[in-house]
């Protein structure tokens, strides 16, 4: 899942709690010995249903991307850049977003992009300093790898993962 984690926290944010998954996982490109492909169908708590896509294995890359589609409207938004590419939410304006990074095409896997933590490592710093909690806390953070560890899951028996069925480690 690589650098996915990160989307995994924007979609829960953005969505609610996950219910379930199924995943599937598998290393197709490159002579790594984790995964460099994964998808996901998400189920969550809400009803609504989701797929995320994770790979290091085309070309070119097609950076972070999320998409949301329901009753109201649509929002597809480039998450590497922080760019909105398309907005039709009933009635509502399009917020202005500002950039936090822009950084090149990254395909490779063993490519790490340091400055894309930025943001999270200086609210981390004004965090202590300030004796608050980030933005996002270790919990938080527990709750996505729980998602990550269940697609794993569901990748390796081949079937559904319920997030409360794995014990501990799940929300």
Do not use: C
């Not at 995964?35 to 950076?63: C, H, N, Q, R, Y």
């Amino acid at each position: 899942m690589t650098q996915s984690i990160h989307l995994v926290d924007l979609l829960q944010h953005v969505v609610g709690p996950v219910r379930s998954v199924i995943g599937r996982v598998a290393t197709a490109q490159h002579a790594i010995e984790v995964e460099d492909t994964a998808t996901a169908l998400v189920s969550f708590e809400s009803g609504a249903m989701g797929v995320i896509e994770s790979t290091s294995s085309i070309k070119p890359a097609l950076k972070s991307r999320l998409e949301l589609h329901g009753d109201n409207g649509t929002i597809v938004a480039n998450a590497q850049y922080d760019q909105i590419l398309f907005w039709n939410v009933g009635g509502k304006t399009m917020p202005d977003v500002e950039k936090s990074f822009a950084i090149g095409d990254i395909d490779d896997p063993w490519a790490y992009p340091q400055v894309r933590h930025r943001v999270q490592l200086q609210d981390m710093v004004e965090a202590i300093r300030e004796d608050r909690d980030p933005v996002l806390t270790g919990e938080d953070a527990r709750v996505s790898l729980a998602i990550v560890m269940a697609i794993y899951e569901s990748s390796r028996t081949g079937r559904e993962v319920l997030l409360k069925d794995l014990g501990p480690a799940s929300p």
